[in-house]
């Protein structure tokens, strides 16, 4: 991890301050979305996408009220847990990154979630691999909605049977549906492929799965999501600053 990003080379009180005043920032803003969008506040859960921060930019997050936090590398987060063990008790981590079969072990024993599951091989080792003492993981499967570029999340078409699949595992709790579309500028362009995806959300609600997650929504288009019905918006740079290219 680097240490010289934007946020990380002003003196920790600084920062502490500078995360507190972003935090406030955003939750306001997704107060104000749910306000225009007709929904309450308390339906939208916030994750701090805390992916080539340091813990302690994390540390000043909690210290201003966040307890749940998204990473995307998996060795990158060992590493922040391992340094907030102190804390252990009181964070929620949420594992949102690519993930392969042959991480899946150290993802099922240090997280509480993970929202990019998108085949049915990681799902089978995620829930055999959950430790007993711990509670079922909680899971979202990742949709490719509008990204057809990307090799991450299982097409559209193919949801339905690894929902079905998932929902009979018994050390995972099906909760959800996670997409990343594609970047687009416009309110109605970022609106559209949050519509289909909740779309399934409902569709397979209606078939009868549990499902109350919808995690959808990023620093640039948290207020289309919030019109769209996100109940989980997973927001970065707004909390911690721009993230360094070069890693
Ligand atoms: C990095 C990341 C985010 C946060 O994106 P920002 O634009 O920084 O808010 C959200 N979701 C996933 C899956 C990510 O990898």
Known sequence: ???????????????????????????SQIAQAAHAAG??????KLLAVSKYFSAHALRAAFAAGQSAFGESYLQEALVKIAA?????????WHFIGPLQSN???????????VHSVDRLKVAQRLSEQRPTELPPLNVCI????SDEASKHGVPLEQAQTLAQA????????????????????????????????????ETLRTQGLALDTL?????????????????LVRVGTAIFGQRSPSL
Request: overall charge neutral; glycine content about 4%; some cysteine.
């Open 1 to 27: 991890m680097r240490s010289d990003g934007a946020i990380e080379n002003i003196c920790e009180a600084e920062m502490t301050d500078e995360i507190a005043h972003r935090l406030a920032a955003v939750r």
């Open 39 to 44: 929904r309450r506040t308390d339906e939208i």
């Open 84 to 92: 907030l063990t102190d804390l252990n008790e009181q964070l929620e």
């Open 103 to 113: 991480k899946t072990k150290l993802v099922a024993t240090h997280f509480a979630w």
């Open 142 to 145: 990742q949709i490719n909605i």
């Open 166 to 201: 998932i929902s009979q595992m018994p050390r995972l709790r099906l909760r959800g549906l996670m997409a990343i579309p594609a970047a687009t500028s416009t309110l109605a362009a970022q609106r559209a492929p949050y519509r289909q995806l909740r779309h399934l959300f």
């Open 215 to 231: 995690s959808m929504g990023m620093s640039a288009d948290l207020n289309a999501a919030v019109l769209e019905g996100t109940t």
